[in-house]
Each structure stands twice: as structure tokens, then as C-alpha cells.
């Protein structure tokens, strides 16, 4: 019998990155922990990925190539050979791009955030065909263009200085569920005398813990940003010092901000007046006291309308007060842009050059609308392929009709690469087996901590499953195409995906790298203290020259959510209940839903409600009630909370729609607008109505 101790990085869609530790058996990987000696990790996981083995040895796993036999979603499949399956996709793939290369749409998200089973051998392979560009846009775009135009890169606190700071605001986050390796870091802050404050429309696992939640409605944190510079600004507190070497357009935001009272801003917001004064002065307070405050910002309060807007405003704060001095202090979002990613090496952009004109870019957040889209000379050729993986479009992208619509085009190829038979799966005409993370190589840079990660593979691929790499691999040697980089093995990827050119990362080494499981980059741990901004000036812009050109307001400023009771009154005479639908904390977006042990935790699709809505409704927690507007319904169960703001539902997601009783998940009801920066979806920026279901649906009399 032998035993191995085989090192990974956890390929999840979280900021945390873990290194994890595999013990293989006999072949066998009995059991997945976390590194104590990775600084980040300390040797903690979170319970969805200490479950690891149960995801990569589940009965369901896809274990060998399929062609559909049944109707698109009906989901029956028969068994076929990877030679077949090759054939089939590279013959259908030639005679589109015959027409026009364009017809092809790759659709891929953040199923693993490897660099090379993301996007490295399929970006050179969808590059040398010339297809669709595809913007993903999904998650973090519109505060990452927010956060960029006023920080000018994404980087920011070190998150292995958090419990040093004294103030922490976290803000439209709920990192008990989503960002554990950070949560513990503020409990020991707070073992040391720190305050914690939560900005959140819902009263989430961490506003529980907080020693003070603010519940603003959602959608407006812009406004709320606005009202705490006009108190820090009117009231003087103020690093005078770091503005004047650091900032720019301290003037104009003077001007900008005088319009955002106290008063107005909490009618915005829906909170009280002393709410808004009360934050500012605790913040400036404590910054100028010379304290570390640190604001964590997140994802929530990014996906309604003002979206880049709010991430840009907050962005503002740090500056004002000059938290950034402190390595503890200042404010973190993401630290993404701290990693020097060899994207040239990795995906070979210069193989689309050959095609002459940019490919055409398709939006991933709509694809319900661009699937159902004719050819036209504005849009282009009609979509007729879609190669998805790492992704789960039919139960994760908004306005969902349209999306399952598009996906039953019978004039639609649709080849899906997964580990199960997700939603999405469902409607593929040819479903592809792919590795788990225990089964391939990789290298991860993370959004949370600056630690370069590597994978190894613990054991040998389940079934006939693939790689997503050698899947593209085995395509592109079938189409004919001889540039080496469709040679390259995993590990030759891997080895060039960050930059040696770079101070950051000069002593970047793969082989190293494997041994340890990590390297740190060269990172100071306070980056912007002494300035440093990466933007136009080389300043925190409050003003910026690069908005104005993009025909945004240069200056902070507040839209209100595009469905809203003050936007649009007539629309909330309808629906009057803001719905969000953020992640569930034993799922990962749509992944682990099939996990028996961590859906029987979540147990089923809820809806929680605030009693005075409730009672309006005559609702009782355990009813089972349809959610809907114009786009569509869902059914759910409801919970009876003041965890919900009155005006406010909460359907915590994102559910396989198969494993709910009507088929149906939060995103029937979500649209496809955009956010005002980066492209983004609006997820929470939604009303609804909510009635009970005396009778099943299709008894019930039709609603006027
Ligand atoms: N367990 C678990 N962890 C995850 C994920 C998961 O699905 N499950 N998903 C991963 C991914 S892809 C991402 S992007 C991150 C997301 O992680 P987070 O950024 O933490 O995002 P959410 O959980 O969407 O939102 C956090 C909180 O924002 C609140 N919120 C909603 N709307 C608003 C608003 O308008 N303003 C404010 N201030 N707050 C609002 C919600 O009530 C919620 O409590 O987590 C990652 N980690
Ligand atoms: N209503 C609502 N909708 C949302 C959100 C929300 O909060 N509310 N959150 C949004 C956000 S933040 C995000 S990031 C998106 C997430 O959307 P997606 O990135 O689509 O995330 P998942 O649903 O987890 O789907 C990833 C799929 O990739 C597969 N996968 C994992 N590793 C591999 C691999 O190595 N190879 C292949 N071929 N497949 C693999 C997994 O099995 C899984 O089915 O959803 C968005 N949708
Ligand atoms: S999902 Fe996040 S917390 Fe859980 S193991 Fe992966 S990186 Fe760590
Ligand atoms: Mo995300």
C-alpha cells in the first residue's frame, strides 16, 4: 500500500486560492486538507472543498464522450468514441467558419481559475479559427472598471495584515460564506479591540456577527458613498497631507459632494440620517486618529445599476482619510492586477491577427438576447456554435427564458465540456468529459492574496475524462492547425504563465513552484502608501479625464437602480419587493449543488421575507410561493426573517434548476441590463411580487 502527500491549489471562483494537500491511497485521494504552512490557507478550508473527493468520485460524474439522442434539454445521451466525438465537433466547426469563423461562440467562465485549463490552449485555438471574442463580464467587471478609473489598478490591502486593522467595513460582502480565509482574519481583529461594520441589505452570516449593520436598500451604495465624503469633507476629516501629494481633483469632488446631504442620501439609501453621519465620523475618526480602517468591498453592492459607480465612490474614501498609509489600512476588492500574467504566451493573441479585422465580441451577459439575435450588419452572423466550458450559462446567466430559448435552437451546435450533467449540459449535442482539478496540472494567481499557485495532479482522470487543454488540443490537430503552441504540454504552459520580465514575478519557477505549491510575488505589503497609483496622474483620481472621454460623469456621482421603488414607481405599484439572490454558502455558484451532503444542508430553494411583507401577503414561513415580474417565476419556500429589510426578499442561489420542484432558479426573474461601467449584469437590481400557491400551478386561476 502506498501513500502520497500530492500538493494543489483549490481552482474555485474565490478569492481565497487555497493550497491544499492531497493524501492519495493506492491511487486513490482519500482526503483533501489545507496547507498550514501557506500563509493565507493556514491549514483551514472550507467545508465545500474539504468534500473534494466526494465531488471528483460522485456517481455522476461524466466519465465518457456522449452524443444527444433525446430533444435539446431533454437530456438523454448515448455513449460514443473521443475519436468519433472529435470528428464530429472539427467537421460541424470547419464548414461554419467556411461561412464566417464568427458564427463560433467559445462561452466559458470561472469553472476552475487555472490559467491553463481556463483560458490558454482553447483562447489559441478560438483565436487561430477566428471566432467570437466572447467579454466575460459575468461576475466583476463593472466594479473592476470603477475601481480602475479611481485606483487605477486592482491591488490593494494584503490580506495578511487584516487583523491589525481597528475599523473594518465590509461592504455589500458576506465573506462567512464567500472569502472564509479573510472572516477569520477579521475575528482576530476583533479579538484585538477592532469594529467591525457591515454594509448589507440582508442581515448575512457576517452582519450577524458585526457590531453594526447598516441594511441600505440595494443598489444605492453609491449614494451612501457620497453622503460620507460630504460629512468627512464638510466636517474636516481629512488627511489634508496625503491629498495634496496623492489625489487628484480634490476641488471639484469639494463641489461635487455638496448636493449629497446627510438627509438626501438616506432617503436614497432607505436608512437614517444619524446612519450616514455616524459611519463617517467613526471612519474619518479612527483614520485620523491614526488607526488602520479598512473597508473590504465585494460583489453584492456592484451588480444594480450604479454598480461601477459605487465600487469608484468607495474607492474615493481610503484617500480622503489617507488610510492607505497603514499596511492594515486602506481598502481591498480585488487583488487580481497584482499578478503579471504572461496573457501573450498563454493565449497567442497574434493568431487572430491572421483573420485580418478584430473578431466581433459577444457579451456573455446576454447571451438570451444575442442567441435569439438574426444576422444583421450590426450584429454580425447569426450565433451558430457554442463550445461552453467551465461555465453553466442555463442556470447562472440572467433573464434565463431567453436563455434556455436560444439553447434549444435546433439550428444551434452546442458542445458542452463538464464534469456532470449540469443544466447547461442538458442541451448539448455533443457533452465532453473533463478533468477535475485532482486529475490536471495548473498554476492559479488568486483575487484575494499574491501567492503564484500550482497544481499538481493527485490522480489518473476518471473514465475517458480529458483535460479541457488536451480537448483543444485533440481539435486543433484534427482541423490541421501546425503552429507549435498547439504542441505545448500543460506543464509547458504552466511554466510560462507568469512574467520573468517583471519585478513581481522575475523568480517565477514552475518546477519550484510544484514542490512548494506556492510562491509569493514581490509585493509591498502597504502598495499604495507613499501614492503609486497606476492611473493617467499616477494619482487617486476624484477626478477623472479618462471617465469623461468614456461619457461617464468624471466626478462621483449616483444613478439610481434601473427597478426600484423611487426609479420607477409605476413599475413597483406591480412588483414591489427588491429581490437579490446572492451565493448560498455550501455552493460555489452553481457547482456543488449536486453534492448530496452539502444540498442537504442548504435544503431547498428558500425565500427569505421580512414579517411585514409576509403579513401583507398572508404569507407564513414553510408556504410555498411563486416570485415573478414580467420576465418570469420561481418557486420557493418561504422563511419568515427580519434577516430581510422590509421591501426586500433574499433567494440565496444558484440552484441547478433540475433539483427544484418547478424547474425553475433566481435567474427567471433577473434581466440582462447592464451595470453603468464594464459591461456587467445586474443581478440585485430587480423587483418583484411575491404571492402564496394555495393551489399547485397548473390548477391555479389566472392571476389579473
Ligand atoms: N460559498 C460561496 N463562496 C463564494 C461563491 C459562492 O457561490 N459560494 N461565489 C464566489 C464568487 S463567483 C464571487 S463573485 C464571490 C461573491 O462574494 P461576495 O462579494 O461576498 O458577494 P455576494 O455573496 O454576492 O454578496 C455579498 C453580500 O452582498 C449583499 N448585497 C446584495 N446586494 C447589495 C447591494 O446592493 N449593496 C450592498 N451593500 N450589499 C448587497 C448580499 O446580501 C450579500 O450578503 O464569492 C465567491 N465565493
Ligand atoms: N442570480 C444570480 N446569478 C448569478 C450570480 C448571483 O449572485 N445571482 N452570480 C454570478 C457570478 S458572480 C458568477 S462568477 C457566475 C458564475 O457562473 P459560472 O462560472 O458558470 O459558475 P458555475 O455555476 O460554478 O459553473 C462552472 C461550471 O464549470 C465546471 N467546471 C469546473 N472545472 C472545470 C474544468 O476544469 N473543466 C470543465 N470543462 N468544466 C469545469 C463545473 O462543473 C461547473 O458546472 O454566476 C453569476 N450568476
Ligand atoms: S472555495 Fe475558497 S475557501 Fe474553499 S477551499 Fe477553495 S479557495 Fe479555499
Ligand atoms: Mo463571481
Redesign the pocket.
Known amino acids: 500500500m502506498s501513500t502520497t502527500v500530492v500538493r494543489a491549489a483549490c481552482p474555485h ?2 478569492p481565497d486560492t487555497c493550497a491544499l494537500l492531497v493524501t492519495v491511497k493506492d491511487g486513490v485521494a482519500t482526503e483533501v486538507r489545507g496547507d498550514p504552512d501557506h500563509p493565507p490557507t493556514s491549514g483551514v478550508l ?1 467545508t ?1 472543498v474539504a468534500r473534494y473527493p466526494e465531488r471528483t468520485y460522485h456517481k455522476d460524474r461524466l466519465l465518457y464522450p456522449m452524443r444527444r439522442v433525446g430533444k435539446k434539454g431533454e437530456g438523454k445521451f448515448e455513449r460514443i468514441s473521443w475519436d468519433e466525438a472529435i470528428n464530429t465537433i472539427a467537421e460541424r466547426l470547419a464548414a461554419i467558419a467556411l461561412r464566417d469563423p464568427q458564427a463560433i461562440l467559445p462561452y466559458s467562465f ?1 469553472g476552475t481559475m487555472g490559467l491553463v485549463q481556463g483560458e490558454s490552449m482553447s483562447m489559441r485555438f478560438f483565436n487561430r479559427i477566428g471566432a467570437s471574442q466572447l467579454e466575460r463580464t459575468i ?2 467587471s463593472a466594479g473592476s472598471v470603477g475601481y480602475r478609473y479611481t485606483v487605477g489598478a486592482r491591488i490593494g490591502t494584503d490580506l495578511e495584515q487584516v487583523q491589525n486593522a481597528k475599523l473594518i467595513v465590509i ?5 462567512i ?3 472564509l480565509h479573510l472572516w477569520t482574519r477579521v475575528q482576530a481583529a476583533k479579538r484585538n479591540g477592532a469594529r467591525l461594520i457591515v ?4 442581515r ?1 452570516l457576517t452582519a450577524e456577527k458585526s457590531n453594526q449593520h447598516i441594511a ?1 436598500l ?2 444605492t ?1 453609491a449614494a451612501l458613498a457620497l453622503g460620507l465624503m460630504h460629512v468627512l469633507i464638510n466636517e474636516n476629516l481629512l488627511d489634508h497631507d496625503y491629498i495634496e501629494k496623492y489625489t487628484l481633483g480634490f476641488a471639484q469632488l469639494r463641489e461635487a459632494v455638496q448636493a449629497w446631504t446627510p438627509e438626501r442620501v438616506a432617503q436614497e439609501c432607505g436608512i437614517s440620517a444619524e446612519e450616514v453621519v455616524q459611519l463617517a465620523r467613526d471612519y474619518g475618526t479612527a483614520a485620523l486618529a491614526g488607526e488602520p480602517v479598512m473597508i473590504r468591498a ?4 456592484q ?2 445599476r450604479s454598480g461601477g459607480m459605487a465600487v469608484r465612490n468607495i474607492a474615493c474614501l481610503p484617500a480622503l482619510v489617507g488610510a492607505w498609509r497603514h499596511a492594515a489600512g486602506g481598502m481591498q476588492i480585488s487583488v487580481s492586477d497584482s499578478f503579471p500574467k504572461n496573457m501573450a504566451a498563454l493565449q497567442h493573441p497574434e493568431l487572430q491577427k491572421r483573420h485580418g479585422a478584430a473578431a466581433r465580441v459577444i457579451n456573455m451577459s446576454t447571451i438570451g438576447d444575442d442567441l435569439l439575435r438574426p444576422a444583421s450588419a450590426g450584429f454580425g452572423p447569426k450565433i451558430e456554435a457554442m463550445i461552453v466550458y467551465n461555465a453553466n450559462p442555463v442556470a447562472v446567466a440572467p433573464e434565463s427564458a431567453k436563455v434556455v430559448k436560444g439553447f434549444q435552437r435546433e439550428d444551434l451546435f452546442t458542445v458542452v465540456l463538464e464534469h456532470f450533467q449540469t443544466d447547461s449540459a442538458d442541451y448539448a449535442d455533443i457533452l465532453l468529459p473533463a478533468t477535475t482539478q485532482l486529475e490536471h496540472v495548473d498554476v492559479h494567481p488568486s483575487y484575494g492574496h499574491v501567492y503564484m499557485m500550482a497544481n499538481n495532479a493527485a490522480i489518473t482522470p476518471m473514465g475517458e475524462a480529458k483535460p479541457n487543454t488536451e480537448i483543444f488540443r485533440l481539435l486543433a490537430a484534427r482541423m490541421g492547425f501546425g503552429e507549435d503552441c498547439f504542441g505545448e504540454s500543460d506543464d509547458q504552459i504552466a511554466a510560462q504563465a507568469f512574467r520573468r520580465d517583471h519585478p513581481r514575478s522575475a523568480h517565477y519557477d514552475w518546477e519550484e513552484a510544484k514542490a512548494k505549491g506556492w510562491q509569493r510575488l514581490q509585493m509591498p505589503v502597504a502598495p499604495l502608501a507613499e501614492g503609486g497609483f497606476e492611473t493617467p496622474s499616477g494619482k487617486c483620481e476624484f477626478y477623472s479625464e479618462a471617465m469623461l472621454k468614456a461619457g461617464l460623469d468624471p466626478l462621483p456621482s449616483y444613478t439610481r437602480p434601473y427597478e426600484s421603488v423611487l426609479s420607477d414607481p409605476q413599475l413597483a405599484s406591480r412588483y414591489p419587493l427588491a429581490m ?1 439572490s ?4 455550501n ?3 452553481s457547482s456543488f449543488v449536486n453534492v448530496q451532503s452539502l444540498r442537504d444542508t442548504e435544503g431547498e430553494p428558500h425565500l427569505d421575507m421580512h414579517p411585514d411583507d409576509a403579513a401583507t401577503r398572508n404569507i407564513a414561513s414553510g408556504d410555498m410561493v411563486r416570485i415573478f415580474n414580467d420576465r418570469g417565476s420561481m418557486q420557493a419556500k418561504v422563511r419568515v426573517t427580519s434577516k430581510a429589510r422590509t421591501g426586500l426578499v ?1 433567494g440565496l442561489s444558484i440552484w441547478w434548476k433540475k433539483f427544484a420542484a418547478d424547474g425553475k432558479n433566481a435567474n427567471e426573474v433577473t434581466s440582462q441590463r447592464l451595470t453603468d461601467m464594464g459591461n456587467a449584469p445586474t443581478f ?1 437590481d430587480v423587483l418583484v411580487e411575491v404571492e402564496k400557491l394555495a393551489l399547485t400551478a397548473d390548477v391555479a386561476p389566472v392571476a389579473g
Open positions: 471562483d474565490c472550507c465545500k470561472a461576475c466583476s461592504w455589500g460582502g458576506n465573506p460564506a464567500s472569502n454594509i448589507d441589505p440582508y448575512s441600505l440595494p443598489g451604495d465585494n460583489y453584492g453592492l451588480r444594480s437579490i446572492p451565493p448560498a454558502r455552493f460555489l455558484n433574499v440585485y
